[in-house]
């Protein structure tokens, strides 16, 4: 059974900063691209980063561009979202998703085959 579980959300205060990790198990994560995608309330899912399978190559939304970095250790089939400069903008529900066929990666959320239960980041003002 594939397995995605997000950990690291929280309430931090404006221009704080937190660590996301995707947890990735039950496949071998390592040969696929991973992205991170988020959703506020009463808004629609949107794509924040991906990275390619050797994270070599990184893909960013112009909104965290400069501010979040994502990385992958394919040793321990785990992604990462590095957030600083944390904005009440960025508050939402994150969810990290794998992609079993884009290469490089893909920006879209419909390309991607399995995700996480979501975990939750409230920035405060």
């Known amino acids: 059974q594939v397995q995605l579980v997000e950990s690291g959300g929280g309430l931090v205060q404006a221009g704080g900063s937190l660590r996301l990790t995707c947890a990735a198990s039950?496949?071998?994560?390592?040969?696929?691209?991973m992205g991170w995608f988020r959703q506020a309330p009463g808004k629609e899912r949107e794509f924040v980063a991906c990275?390619?399978?050797?994270?070599?190559?990184?893909y960013y939304a112009d909104s965290v561009k400069g501010r979040f970095t994502i990385s992958r250790d394919n040793a321990k089939n785990t992604v990462y979202l590095q957030m600083n400069s944390l904005k009440p903008e960025d508050t939402a529900v994150y969810y990290c998703?794998?992609?079993?066929?884009?290469?490089?990666?893909?920006?879209?959320?419909?390309?991607?085959?399995?995700w996480g239960q979501g975990t939750q980041v409230t920035v405060s003002s």
């Open positions: 990275i390619s399978w050797s994270g070599g190559s990184t």
């Open positions: 998703a794998v992609d079993l066929h884009s290469v490089p990666y893909s920006i879209a959320h419909h390309e991607y085959d399995y």
């Open positions: 039950g496949r071998r994560f390592s040969s696929y691209a």
